[in-house]
């Protein structure tokens, strides 16, 4: 993963966040708590960066393509890195409301 994929600057155009929804993926918020109340995306899971790690398997089990949001791309960059690296189909979606704005309400 280049640098400027990890800070949100990534490649993943609308076409790919379009693509991946339409495959069912699941979007995961790393964003805190907090944060996620303020606004998220429609049916969106909430699973904060730091407890990725002992949640691998409980995101495993969703069986489904990822893409990973969160406030500016920089945590759903870890997020997506760190998923990937275990074996799970995940891109970085950035902004929260860069996939937002695809997901019928």
């Keep these: 993963m280049s640098f400027f994929n990890l800070f ?7 076409e790919e966040i379009k693509s991946y929804l339409e495959k069912g993926a ?6 805190t708590v907090a944060e996620f109340d303020e606004g998220h995306v429609p049916n969106s899971t909430n699973i ?21 949001v969160c406030r500016s791309g920089g945590r759903s960059g870890q997020a997506t890195e760190f998923l990937a690296a275990h074996g799970l189909d995940i891109i970085n979606g950035g902004p929260w409301q860069n996939v937002d704005q695809f997901v019928e309400k």
């Design 8 to 14: 949100g600057n990534n490649n993943n155009n609308g």
């Design 26 to 31: 699941v979007v995961l918020d790393v964003r």
């Design 48 to 68: 904060v960066l730091d407890t990725i790690p002992e949640r691998v398997e409980d995101i495993k089990a969703m069986n489904k393509p990822i893409i990973a």
